[in-house]
Structures are given as structure tokens and as C-alpha cells.
């Protein structure tokens, strides 16, 4: 049948400036080689994050003229009550002011010193936050998930026999096991709806809580519709909704899949958690019928869940994803394979063989491409990975990537074209490129502020 264009029309542009390549090169030094401390308006194609970074449509702008600012009893509130009701099956949840907010929520009532924490892979704010409540993170993700090369449909799969024998082992040291939906760190890739009930079948056999980490479940949900035996013919709510009844509860960051520029929450099937998680709430978030947002935030929040199990839009929003990766491959740029759901992650690794791991070629690759072409990519490798806390070493990944993220609703195909332009003339020239090292590096969480020089 004819193809599809994007299943929307622009009412509002917000026009963004080319720099030169010597200005770029002036920028980059200047902001010691790490992308995070570039200003926005020197960067002309931004792939830094798809969190936060959504156009909302003309119906959630309207909303946020809706704000019940009400400090207790928000009508907001209800409407995204009942927003979680109809595509998560979730009847109670916690406002928050973002995904890790409801991570801290959720590990403060269940993680304690030592204690274990599965999950398929964790991102790196989940994997902070357990640390930060002093447990372990532990990924039990399939081993295909580390081979860039190999193109299977639900990379984000948990073994289940890892998980079984982890359990088998340490189910006293482990409080609650978790699945991220679809797999940020390990390429955006999803998890299978059989995968989600066999974790939960584990969970019950060693009576343990399973939660979602749900950031992108709704291209999640597509992946299943696209790839999954039975499912073809399942509307998206009807997948999500199956999907969240195998868990207990789900940790939501709103700004990826429900189309928001802030928010989060958490939600639970059992009220008394949600009792436990109030009071934490009232603590760190604000009253729990607003929680750490303004209502309007919350109004835009309930109609982004709503539309964001659209079908036209996820297959515009997964299409253009896949374009981009095509594109790429076409001219022979090493990638992740299979494209995910929210970015194209580029294999490093593979793009520059001659850079040591500890000269941090994702982080080369990362500075050329906006040398190149103003594009912020991120790197998702050693310099994210951190250092061993046992060893004081780097904590060398499986994979050294950069990951071309995309805004949900805000770029063209045309963009698509430039970036895989210009990740085309780096290859060319990758010879050229050159190893980095730290010339700042802060004890935590040192992507977001290191500085480097080339070596
Ligand atoms: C699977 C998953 C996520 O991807 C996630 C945030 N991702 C982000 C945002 C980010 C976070 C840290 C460094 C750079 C960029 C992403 O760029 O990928 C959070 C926290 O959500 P939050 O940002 O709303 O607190 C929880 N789980």
C-alpha cells in the first residue's frame, strides 16, 4: 500500500543556526572535548538525549493552559490517573519529577546494603541509584545483546536461566528484579512479551517484586506488534496493557514515552506500597497529587500517554529511526544491529579499531561528529562506564558506542540525511582521528562533567 508520511503537520517552527567548522572546532576545545558542556545554540543537530527532548502536540500544548494548580486534588491528577489506568492497568502511581526520582522512591523502599539488584541491563541512572542505596547492580542480560553484529528481533531479552540461577544462588540478598523496556544500554533494543512473562514466572516462583523501568515502552509495544508471533493484529494498548499486568509496578521517566519535556512516576498494583511510597513522595517530590510538577505539567503528561500508543506515530517514530540506520549502513558506517527504537548507536569499536579502550574512541567519535557537522551524539562506553569500584580501573564495557539519539517529533529525514553525511566523510578519514585522555575527571558520574585533551 502507499507509504506514509509523518502523521502530523508543523505549526510552529524553532529555527536553529549552522556554525563553521572552525567555530565548532574553537567550541569543542573550549568546552574541554565533552559535548555536555556545549550550549545548545552551537549545536545544529542535537542527538544528545531523546529524554525531554519531544515536540508536544497542539492537544497537550492546550492542556498545559488546563493546570489545576490545586496544591492537593489536582483534577490533572485524575486525568493522568486515568491515563495510567487505560495504557499501564496500573490503579495507583506516585507523581515524580522524573524517572530517577521514582528509582530513588522505589530502591529507598526496597534496597538495602549489599543487596543485589537484576535487571535486563542497567542504564546509568538506575545502576546509580542503586548504588546510591548501597546495592549491587547486576545485568542478566542475553549474551547476543553484546555482539553489535548480530541481528536478532528482541535483543533486550533477560536469560532466564541467568536469572534462575542468580536467584537460585542469592534470591535472600535480592529485594526486587527489574526490566528495562526496550533496553537503552544495551542499543535501545526490545524485550519480547514471552521474555516479560517468564521474568515474571521466576519472580513468583522466589516471591520477589518485578518492576519495568517503562521510559520507552511504547515503542517497546511496537517492537513486539512487528516481530512477535500473535501479536500483529493486537492494538498497541492492548499490548501495553499486557505487558505491565505480568509486573508489579513500573518506574516511568514521562520525557521519553509520554511525549514531555519533564515528569515522571512511579506506579504499583499493591495501594499499600503506594502508602509506603507517599511518604517518601512528600519527602523528596511534594505533596503526592502533584509531585514535583505544576498540574499543566501532568494535564500534558496524561494526553502524551494517550497518544504517544498511537499506531501512526509509532510507525512514523520507529520508521524514521530505521531510516537513518539504513542510511548508515548503506555507506558502510559500523553500527548496532538491529536499529533501535529510540537512536542509532554507532559501534565505535568497530569505526575506530586503532584507538585503545582506554583513549576512549567512542568519546574520539563523539568530538568529530560535531567538528564535523554541529551533531551531539553521546557516548555510551568507558568514559559512561566509569571506574571499577573494586579495582580502580576503568570499567571497561562489552561495547565502546556513540549514540545518535532522536527527539521524538522534532527532526526531518533531511537531518537524517546530514547526520549519516557526516558520520560518512569521518569514515573516510578515520585514519585520521585520534585517542583522548582525561584532563578532568570527576569521582561520579564523570561523563556529565569530565574534561579531556587528544592525546
Ligand atoms: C532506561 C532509563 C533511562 O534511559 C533514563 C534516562 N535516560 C536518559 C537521560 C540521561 C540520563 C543520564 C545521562 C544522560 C542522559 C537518556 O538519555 O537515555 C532513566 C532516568 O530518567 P530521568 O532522566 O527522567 O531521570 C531511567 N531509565
Redesign the pocket.
Known sequence: EMMAAEPFRIKMVEPIKTTTKEERQRKIKEAGYNVFNLESKDVYIDLL???GTSAMSDNQWAGMMLGDEAYAGSKNFYNLKDAIKEVMGYDYFLPTH????A?NVLFQLYVEEGNYVPNNMH????KAHVQDKRGRPVNLVIDEAYDAKKNVPFKGNMDIDKLDNFLKEHSDNVPIVLL?VTC?SGGGQPVSMENIKEVSEICKKYNKPFYL?A?RFAENAYFIKLREPGYADKSIPEITREMFSYADGC?M?S??DALVNIG?FLAMEDEKLLDKAKVLGVLYEGFPTYGGMAGRDMEAMARGLLEVVEEEYLQYRINQVNYLGEKLKEKKVPILEPVGGHAVYLDAGRFLPNIPKDQFPGQALTVALYEEGGIRG?EIGTVLSGRDPETGDHDYPELELVRL?IPRRVYTYRHMDVVAEAAKIIHDKRDEIGGYKFTYEPEILRHFTARFAPV
Open positions: 538525549t531523546d529524554s522524573q524517572g530517577r526520582a528509582e542504564f546509568d541512572t538506575t528495562t537503552n523501568d521510559c518506574t521517566s520525557k521519553k515522571g553521546v539519539t
